[in-house]
């Protein structure tokens, strides 16, 4: 399978504990992106990054959230001291660079579903 | 700031009837723009997109949607719906200009096909 891969699926954690995830995007594949989504709503845009680089965060992304992408290959994201309100979907997604530079789509992950107790 | 609206949360329709999920989208600037659907508690995975050139796009599992430019709407339809088609379905947009990669999403139309 060649596709965004995330690990783990599901995570179920107390209110106070950190937690860590991570994705794998589609490789050569150099930008990577974090979403987050909660029951009916959209994905919700947290960071970005083209290749090692983070270029963009979302105000979203408080001070307990971080992530990173060492050697522009897998990425991590780390909420630590979680909170109830943590409690979502978290999506990763990828996307190559077109042959012309314009945007192409993102292919997504399968998310892991984090439920904070 | 670029946004999106998907003016229907849920839409409920007969099988092999016709269906119109509806988004319009605000920038300033030009576009990109797509259609992602989402199966329960699955990623999302694209139907279609508009990058330049024709306006009427045509996607996966028979669905297409029209661009237009006039009316800031990117609507996402199909013919003859299949039960297999009950899904959560979110428009997105991308682009602008301004360097930014991100894409932004409505906040998805509930497609339930009715047997």
């Known amino acids: 399978d060649t596709g965004v891969s995330q690990d783990p699926r599901h995570k179920i954690t107390k209110r106070g504990q950190n937690v860590t995830f991570r994705c794998d995007p589609i490789s050569e594949h150099n930008r990577l992106y974090w979403y987050r989504q909660t029951l009916g709503q959209g994905p919700e845009f947290l960071t970005y990054?083209?290749?090692?680089?983070?270029?963009?965060k979302s105000r979203l992304l408080s001070d307990r959230f971080s992530a990173e992408r060492p050697k522009g290959s897998f990425s991590t994201l780390e909420i630590q001291r979680t909170e109830q309100g943590d409690s979502a979907m978290y999506l990763c997604?990828?996307?190559?660079?077109?042959?012309?530079?314009?945007?192409?789509?993102?292919?997504f992950g399968q998310g892991t579903r984090l439920t904070v107790v | 700031a670029q946004s999106v609206t998907q003016l229907d949360s849920q839409v409920p329709v007969f099988e092999e009837a016709p269906v119109e999920l509806r988004c319009n989208y605000s920038s300033s600037v030009s576009v990109y723009l797509f259609w992602y659907v989402q199966y329960p508690n699955q990623g999302l995975q694209l139907l279609l997109k508009y990058l330049s050139g024709s306006t009427l796009v045509k996607g996966i599992n028979g669905f297409e949607a029209e661009f237009n430019k006039s009316q800031t709407s990117f609507h996402l339809r199909k013919p003859s719906v299949h039960i297999s088609d009950t899904a959560e379905y979110f428009c997105?947009?991308?682009?602008?200009?301004?360097?930014?990669?991100?894409?932004?999403f409505g906040t998805g139309t509930r497609l339930k096909v009715l047997a």
């Open positions: 997105a947009v991308s682009g602008g200009g301004s360097g930014t990669y991100k894409y932004i």
């Open positions: 997604a990828s996307s190559p660079r077109g042959w012309d530079s314009l945007w192409t789509e993102a292919f």
């Open positions: 990054f083209q290749n090692e680089a983070q270029l963009e």
